[in-house]
């Protein structure tokens, strides 16, 4: 049984930073994939990140363009934790952020929103 729990949302000011986490349950198979979503008031959800836990312990990503070099997506296998890092925050980086997983490959934002079986509820994150 595969549970996905975010937290670490809020409001911060536009340039600061915050840092999401995802706690990830169940089978490490059906979550090798974990992607971040968002999706703000009256919009369709996107893609944001995107690793895959490769075979070969390197770590792919994929990230959306408008945070390539602003959002980093990172894992704990040990803790079953994976994390999204966020700088030079936006107000358009306004949204509910959610993370997503499966057993996916390739492991990317549009792969993960089409074929991810599991959702996280979200976590609020408020940019002004």
């Known amino acids: 049984h595969v549970q996905l729990v975010e937290s670490g949302g809020g409001s911060v000011e536009a340039g600061g930073s915050l840092t999401l986490s995802c706690a990830v349950t169940g089978p490490t198979a059906s979550t090798s994939c974990v992607a971040w979503f968002r999706q703000a008031p009256g919009k369709e959800r996107e893609g944001v990140a995107a690793?895959?836990?490769?075979?070969?312990?390197?770590?792919?990503?994929d990230y959306a363009n408008d945070v390539r070099g602003r959002f980093n997506i990172s894992r704990d296998s040990e803790k079953n934790m994976v994390f999204l890092q966020m700088s030079s925050l936006k107000p358009e980086d306004t949204g509910t952020y959610s993370c997503a997983a499966g057993p996916i490959r390739p492991c990317t934002v549009v792969t993960t929103k089409r074929l991810a079986p599991y959702w996280g509820q979200g976590t609020q994150v408020t940019v002004s």
């Open positions: 690793m895959h836990r490769s075979d070969h312990t390197r770590n792919y990503t």
